[in-house]
């Protein structure tokens, strides 16, 4: 080789490294950026756990404390301008519709009865023959539990039944309880005389 490129061969192996060096520290810039990057996503995202955690904590206490109100609220039967005449007939029934609500896990708020509904056509065109007594419950359950303690009226109840009504709001506390105000009427054949 002559003297002149012997004397390009360092400046070209320098200008080479030189070259190797910058795209080594480019890319190793680049992913030191991607580190931090998600070093702080990762720092958000653990403080967002932690918050959310808490939070369910606390969802969870006051849905305990929900649970015990519900539990320490105490049925009120009421009538709503009943005369009591025949109520004897539907004693076997109250009791067996109030069975199986709780044996379905339903809590019962309230029950009002009416011995003579006047929006009822059975006992508007046969109140000489059957007896009617119209129940609207106030509930609380899951829809599972009110699904269940429905179909065991609907399907195996031995007395005759209408359900009215049936009117579902989710609880705001824990959407999992609803409040449902539900009506049943129930009728009987009077005795003839």
């Excluded at 070093?39 to 606390?58: A, C, D, P, S």
């Excluded at 206490?61 to 301008?81: A, D, H, R």
């Excluded at 009591?84 to 109250?94: I, Q, R, T």
Aim: neutral net charge; proline residues 2%; aromatic residues 10%.
């Amino acid at each position: 080789m002559n003297k002149k490129n012997k004397q390009y061969v360092p400046i070209c192996f320098i200008a080479a490294l030189i070259i190797f060096i910058a795209i080594v520290f480019l890319m190793a810039k680049g992913k030191i950026e991607e580190y931090n990057d998600l070093n702080q996503k990762t720092i958000r995202q653990n403080t967002e756990l932690q918050n959310l955690e808490k939070r369910i904590g606390e969802i969870e206490t006051e849905n305990e404390q929900e649970e015990l109100k519900l539990k320490s609220i105490k049925p009120v039967y009421e009538s709503t301008g009943a005369s009591g005449e025949n109520l004897a007939v539907y004693g076997n029934m109250f009791e067996e519709i109030i069975k199986r609500a709780q044996s379905n896990g339903l809590l019962i708020r309230s029950i009002e009865y009416d011995m003579k509904p006047a929006d009822d056509p059975i006992y508007m065109e046969y109140s000489d023959t059957y007896n009617v007594c119209q129940l609207k419950f106030f509930l609380v359950g899951s829809y599972s539990q009110l699904q269940a303690f429905l179909n065991g009226i609907n399907n195996n109840f031995e007395y005759l039944t209408s359900i009215s009504k049936l009117n579902v709001t989710a609880f705001r506390a824990n959407t999992d309880y609803l409040l449902i105000n539900l009506g049943i009427t129930l009728y009987s054949k009077k005795q003839q005389k």
